[in-house]
């Protein structure tokens, strides 16, 4: 492979542009040369990072995430109990200024697009399970966590997070958003799994000032 003639241009910011066409535009609509255009590089650049679209896009989910929540450094955080690590995660993840600034303009135009909604659930499938699962199997040994099948758990809160209560999927009004914690909340203290403590649930509100009435649900 050839020397990167564009060093400047990270993948990162590649992926950052290429996350905004795609929900913009479409998947299908958007080309590598739209992408290359938007970030002035040439398209034979773009495959110096990515061998086509299909790739880009299901590497787009991932940078969403990391983008918002420094997973590894929580997960490293020696000081904190694996409970704790969840919740930093959800916290990070909530109170990002990605979650109203970016992710919520776009919900209507994302979830029509079936190639990023799959990768969406790519992503929560197994990579955000697999995360979750590593630290409900650290806090069943720090006690922090008490639940008997870490994976099943793991993939009920992915889900829960990441798709039920996300405003990316469901824009919700502000009063159903906040039953939908409470049930939550609810069922995941039943499970063993307390996440939503008293900080938790002041980091959804900012989520909660961004979503419509009742009366403007669309």
């Not at 697999?130 to 630290?135: K, Q």
């Not at 990316?168 to 799994?193: C, N, P, Q």
Request: with cysteine; glycine share 4%; hydrophobic share 45%.
């Amino acid at each position: 492979m050839g020397r990167n003639k564009y060093p400047e241009i990270t993948e990162s910011s590649i992926l950052e542009r290429s996350m905004m066409l795609f929900i913009e535009k479409g998947y299908e609509q958007t080309t590598l040369q739209d992408i290359a255009d938007a970030i002035g590089m040439t398209r034979g650049a773009i495959y110096h990072h990515f061998k086509d679209k299909a790739e880009m896009v299901n590497a787009v989910m991932g940078y969403m995430f990391q983008k918002t929540v420094p997973f590894q450094e929580i997960k490293e955080n020696k000081e904190l109990p694996a409970l704790e690590k969840i919740r930093q995660m959800i916290v990070y993840a909530v109170t990002a200024d990605e979650q109203t600034d970016v992710y919520f303009p776009l919900s209507k135009s994302f979830i029509n697009n079936p190639k990023l909604v799959a990768a969406y659930m790519d992503f929560t499938k197994n990579d955000l399970v697999e995360m979750f699962c590593e630290l409900i199997e650290e806090g069943m040994e720090d006690g922090t966590i008490r639940v008997k099948e870490p994976n099943i758990i793991a993939e009920l809160l992915s889900v829960i997070l990441n798709m039920w209560i996300s405003p990316i999927v469901f824009m919700d009004t502000k009063e159903d958003f906040k039953a939908k914690l409470r049930y939550a909340s609810l069922m995941f203290d039943s499970i063993g799994l307390p996440v939503m403590n008293e900080e938790v649930a002041k980091a959804f509100e900012k989520i909660i000032s961004a979503l419509p009435d009742g009366q403007n649900k669309e």
